[in-house]
């Protein structure tokens, strides 16, 4: 039997990379998608690649709460909600004293705030059909200090926290709320550094080598399945070993 047979998986920022990879594994598992990203060509290919059936694609800024009721109605109209994913993320690297405010302000309203509206957003629908299951895409820079980064570490290590809590809160509607902590995975977030800058970072990485978007699509269907249905508040990092 397919892991995710008659579910709905709502994911952000799925038009490419670790998303896109979900969206791919989760149909194949049986589920059907609402794929969401402000990328809107990358989203409708990919949608129409998986098949209208199973997948439907809408445009949204996940910093938009007006979006997010039509996203979750997106959900809706292909028959409930099950599962979400809150993948969508930016990653401008700078250190302290190169980040302005306008720079850490957006880091908050797309990797924070976004997430936030999502969580709230899909309980109603999610609570209709039984309860669901909420993965939070945190990183390893919400596990320990990372350099560079202020303004993603600290939306990363807020995700990693509100997860936490909305787990207690959630726990009473069924509502399952993991995060997870990717390493370096190889998706276009990490063109922002050249090549050379990659390759040097994987030195600290036991297994020498970047995650693949198709290994954290594994970790995520875990997740969202009930194959992880007595853990909730979790925080599963992916990382090579990166954060021993
Ligand atoms: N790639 C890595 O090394 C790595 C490591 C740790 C954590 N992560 C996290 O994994 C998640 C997925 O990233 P990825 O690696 O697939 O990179 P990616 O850049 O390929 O995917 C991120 C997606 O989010 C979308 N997005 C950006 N702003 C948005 C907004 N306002 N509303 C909706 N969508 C928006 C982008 O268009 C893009 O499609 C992110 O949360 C990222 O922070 C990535």
């Not at 490419?16 to 989203?43: C, K, S, Y």
């Not at 993320?89 to 924070?112: K, S, V, Y």
């Not at 995700?159 to 009473?172: C, E, F, N, Y």
Request: with cysteine; glycine share 10%.
């Amino acid at each position: 039997m397919p892991r995710l047979h008659n579910k709905i998986v709502l994911i952000t920022g799925a038009a490419r990379g670790q998303g896109a990879a979900e969206a791919r594994l989760f149909v194949r598992e049986g589920a059907r998608v609402v794929i969401t990203d402000v990328l809107e060509a990358q989203g409708r290919q990919l949608a129409e690649e998986l098949g209208k059936d199973v997948a439907v694609f809408l445009r949204h800024d996940v910093a938009s709460e007006a979006d997010w009721l039509q996203a979750v109605a997106a959900a809706d109209a292909l028959g409930g909600l099950h599962g979400l994913i809150n993948n969508a993320g930016i990653f401008q690297p700078r250190t302290l004293m190169e980040t302005d405010t306008a720079l850490f302000e957006q880091h908050i309203r797309i990797n924070q705030l976004g997430p936030f509206l999502g969580m709230k957003a899909v309980v109603p629908l999610m609570e209709r059909c039984g309860g669901g299951a909420i993965v939070n895409v945190s990183s390893v820079a919400g596990l320990r200090g990372s350099p560079g980064a202020i303004a993603y570490s600290a939306t990363k290590w807020a995700l990693r926290g509100m997860t936490k809590a909305a787990a207690i809160d959630l726990a009473p509607r069924k509502i399952r709320v993991n995060s997870i902590h990717p390493g370096p995975i190889d998706t276009p977030m990490l063109e922002v550094r050249t090549p050379e800058q990659n390759q040097r970072r994987l030195q600290a990485v036991p297994m020498k080598r970047m995650g693949t978007p198709e290994e954290v699509a594994d970790l995520v269907l875990f997740l969202i399945s009930d194959e992880s249905r007595y853990i909730t508040g979790a925080e599963v990092a992916i990382d090579g070993g990166a954060t021993l």
